[in-house]
């Protein structure tokens, strides 16, 4: 599903952020990404949905060479992935329904299906009691829940999140969490990039480990 051969990622002030990285998650894998502050995991992230191009190597995404991939498809590749960040990025003058709606309005589909499937999405992450309010007016959990929503309206086979749980309190991570763990249930390729390395091992499992933009570990828990 996602493969990463010999990846390098070269800023044009010299600045090497990732250093010939390799590995491969399966399709309906749930993996990790972890390590220090800089050390390259959302720059890793963003190399999936083409948000940045690697310098060398190749990145692998749903059978596509991505370094090879014209700018014009980049909009059906980002239709393929669902990725939610630790700030949210929801839009402060749209309600709830809107804001998870948004990805539905640009693909075009039609105002019914967007409403089941917004509903839907909603109802997932115990909110459809919020499809009206603002996100000002909603607490970072929930702000968060609205982001994931957000991410998975269109279904998603891939779902990319950036420490979605930074600015939760351990409670809500947990329950953060268990919503990913959700949706790789029913088939969805989960990777999650988090410093929370006490929350990493309760979910226990596959996480892969950066440390100054190499990939020093790939640990499996034990069964």
């Keep these: ?85 630790q700030e949210h990025r929801l839009l402060a003058d749209r309600t709830v329904f809107d804001n998870v709606a948004l990805p539905l309005v640009i693909a075009g589909f039609r105002h019914q299906e967007i409403r089941r499937r917004v509903r839907a999405a909603l109802d997932k992450v115990g909110l459809l009691n919020k499809e009206k309010s603002y996100p000002i007016t909603l607490s970072s959990g929930q702000q968060q829940r609205v982001g994931i929503a957000r991410a998975v309206v269109h279904k998603p086979p891939v779902l990319l999140a950036d420490e979605p749980t930074g600015n939760l309190d351990p409670a809500m991570a947990l329950e953060v969490m268990a919503l990913f763990r959700e949706f790789n249930r029913v088939g969805v390729t989960v990777l999650i990039a988090s410093h929370a390395l006490n929350l990493i091992k309760c979910m226990g499992c596959r996480t892969l480990i950066l440390q100054e933009g190499s990939l020093i570990d790939d640990t499996v828990p034990q069964s």
């Design 1 to 85: 599903m996602i493969t990463f051969t010999e990846v390098v990622k070269r800023y044009p002030n010299g600045y090497e952020a990732l250093k010939h990285i390799s590995f491969h998650i399966d399709r309906g894998e749930m993996v990790f990404l972890t390590g220090h502050s800089g050390a390259g995991k959302s720059t890793l992230l963003r190399l999936i949905p083409l948000i940045e191009r690697c310098t060398a190597g190749q990145v692998l995404v749903n059978g596509q060479y991505l370094g090879r991939l014209a700018n014009s498809r980049i909009p059906d590749l980002r239709r393929s992935i669902g990725m939610t960040f």
